[in-house]
C-alpha cells in the first residue's frame, strides 16, 4: 500500500531554514501531484505547497500566500519526492506538517503521512 515517510523537522530560531522531505512508496508516483500541509496549534489544516504533473520531468508549483517567496517545493528526480526547502522561518510557521499525494484526478488527496513537527523559536 500506499506510505509515506516525512523527514527534516525540528527546532530552529526565527529567520532560520529547514527543507522537509517526503518518500512515497507503494506506487508510481509519477504523474502524481505531491503536497505540504500543516496544521499548527489550535487551528485547522491549511495548504502550504504543492506539485502537479505536467508532462515527462515537467511539475508545476503552487505555493500558498502565506509563504510565498519564502518557501519552495521541489520535486525529486526519482517522482516519488518531495521536498519543502523553508526559508526565513517565522514563529507563525510553527505546526505539524504533512506531506500528501494522489492521483492528477482526484480533487483532493488520497494519502497522507504522519506529520513532521517544525518549531520556529523567537
Known amino acids: 500500500q500506499v506510505q509515506l515517510v516525512e523527514s527534516g523537522g525540528g527546532l530552529v530560531q526565527a529567520g532560520g531554514s529547514l527543507s522537509l522531505s517526503c518518500a512515497a512508496s507503494?506506487?508510481?508516483?509519477?504523474?502524481?501531484?505531491m503536497g505540504w500541509f500543516r496544521r499548527a496549534p489550535g487551528k485547522e489544516r491549511e495548504f502550504v505547497a504543492t506539485?502537479?504533473?505536467?508532462?515527462?520531468?515537467?511539475?508545476?508549483?503552487e505555493i500558498a500566500d502565506s509563504v510565498k517567496g519564502r518557501f519552495t517545493i521541489v520535486r525529486g528526480s526519482a517522482k516519488n519526492t518531495a521536498t519543502l526547502k523553508m526559508n526565513s522561518l517565522k514563529p507563525d510557521d510553527t505546526a505539524v506538517y504533512y506531506c500528501?499525494?494522489?492521483?492528477?484526478?482526484?480533487?483532493?488527496?488520497?494519502?497522507w503521512g504522519q506529520g513532521t513537527q517544525v518549531t520556529v523559536s523567537s
Open positions: 500528501a499525494v494522489s492521483s492528477p484526478t482526484t480533487l483532493g488527496y488520497d494519502y
Open positions: 507503494g506506487g508510481s508516483f509519477e504523474t502524481y501531484k
Open positions: 506539485t502537479r504533473w505536467q508532462s515527462h520531468n515537467r511539475y508545476s508549483s
